[in-house]
């Protein structure tokens, strides 16, 4: 069975309301809200879609059908922020400070302020 995990090439860093995710090997930059942060969490490689939606249906908004966490992880994968895992759980990868540096800066030449600033 193939499990949802995060792509080794991406990197998290925690910002006030929940991740931003880099994937390094795309140069892409994914702004994740609370509810995507949790579901980053995990998917870590050692749950099954199944699990993870039981996990985070109840933190889902009212009225959200449980759909939309397979449709979020679907997207994730086309995204390339998940590949798929064999059940093995895999460590989650922050950026260092000297890796947020460089991005940073590469945002600010982009325009991408507020990004760069997240």
Request: charged fraction near 30%; hydrophobic fraction near 40%; charge should be negative.
């Amino acid at each position: 069975m193939h499990n949802p995990a995060l792509n080794p090439a991406v990197r998290l860093s925690p910002v006030e309301n929940g991740y931003v995710a880099y994937d390094t090997a795309a140069d892409r930059l994914h702004e994740l809200n609370p509810v995507a942060a949790l579901i980053v969490e995990l998917c870590d490689g050692s749950r099954t879609i199944e699990e993870v939606r039981e996990l985070v249906k109840p933190v889902m908004p009212e009225g959200a059908r449980e759909e939309e966490v397979d449709r979020w992880i679907k997207k994730g994968m086309q995204a390339g922020l998940f590949t798929f895992s064999n059940g093995d759980s895999a460590a989650r990868q922050e950026l260092s400070a000297e890796e947020l540096t460089k991005l940073a800066k590469r945002l600010r030449e982009r325009g991408k302020i507020q990004t760069a600033y997240l």
